[in-house]
């Protein structure tokens, strides 16, 4: 018996999620304006690991300013590495060239709980060549560092902890604008739950790949089997009569929960556009990670 949601045709399957390092870092600022700009520079370049030098993205709720250390307003950034001595470098890189920079921002820690933190801040407070000051902010042991415009705040050390990577939806529809109307509206309702990231330019991925490559010495390619362009070329086509666009949407988590809960949020608003045809997901048989993100688990929570 097919699954349906709104009369759309949910596959019975699992997106294959993997286990990924990650760090949450909480960006400050005199306003929201520059809050977001650092956080839009600090993870630009970083869509997916296959060629990013790490996966990142900004968190889709504000913070507001009761709930931050400097009484400021803020922003969440995740970031992702598949081993932690490259995620530390790349969020000193980021931490020093994109937010540092920034006027009016602070750095924090995101997930101060944690037990396992690196010295990121500890590396990036050398910039103050020896000027550089403690402190503690809300009992939170910082660096002040002297810049032009007067200071830069980051705390010492940040947490990093086993977080999942990979959770995705393939939204089909019998047109490109449907298909990008329902991807817009999948990823604006992922985008509400606090620890999720979506790190595709707008969450959205049109050229969803598959491990390796039939004809290149590639780590990946174009995944041929759900390209509409090439399914009478395509003998193991995954298009079904119809379909005419597709788009993947591709998202991180601080855990496998929230991941699902992401999915249950993607599948309910991309099933609410009409011309969405059938709604599935990229998984290569246990081949790439080995958590399994069931959508039928998911369309159980709607």
Not at 72 to 93: C, D, F, W
Not at 173 to 188: I, T
Request: aromatic share 6%; proline share 6%.
């Amino acid at each position: 018996m097919s699954i349906q949601v709104n009369g759309v045709e949910i596959e019975d399957t699992f997106a294959e999620a993997f286990p990924m390092f990650a760090g949450r870092i909480l960006i400050t600022a005199q306003n929201e304006k520059w809050a977001k700009i650092a956080a839009r520079t600090a993870t630009g370049f970083a869509s997916s690991i296959i060629m990013s030098p790490a996966e990142a993205a900004m968190e889709g709720p504000v913070i507001p300013p009761e709930k931050t250390p400097d009484g400021r307003p803020g922003v969440m950034v995740q970031m992702y590495h598949n081993a932690k001595p490259l995620l530390k470098g790349q969020m000193i890189s980021r931490m020093g060239q994109c937010i540092l920079t920034c006027p009016t921002t602070a750095a924090f820690d995101g997930l101060p709980s944690l037990k396992n933190k690196m010295k990121i801040g500890d590396a990036v407070r050398m910039f103050g060549d020896g000027f550089e000051k403690r402190d503690v902010i809300d009992g939170r042991k910082v660096w002040r560092l002297p810049v032009m415009e007067g200071e830069f705040v980051i705390e010492g050390r940040f947490g990093i902890k086993k977080a999942i990577a990979g959770g995705n939806l393939l939204i089909m529809a019998d047109n490109q604008s449907s298909a990008l109307e329902a991807a817009e509206k999948c990823v604006d309702s992922i985008q509400e739950l606090q620890a999720v990231v979506l790190t595709f330019p707008g969450g959205i991925c049109r050229s969803g790949s598959k491990l390796g490559s039939k004809k290149y010495k590639l780590p990946a390619s174009t995944n041929h089997p759900i390209c509409p362009q090439i399914r009478s070329e395509v003998p193991d086509t995954q298009i079904p009569e119809g379909v005419k666009s597709v788009y993947e949407v591709v998202f991180n988590a601080l855990d496998e929960d929230l991941l699902m809960k992401g999915t249950a949020k993607g599948i309910k608003a991309a099933a609410s556009v009409p011309g969405v045809k059938k709604i599935s997901a990229a998984n290569f048989g246990g081949t790439l990670g080995p958590v399994q993100i069931k959508l039928k688990d998911a369309v159980a929570l709607i």
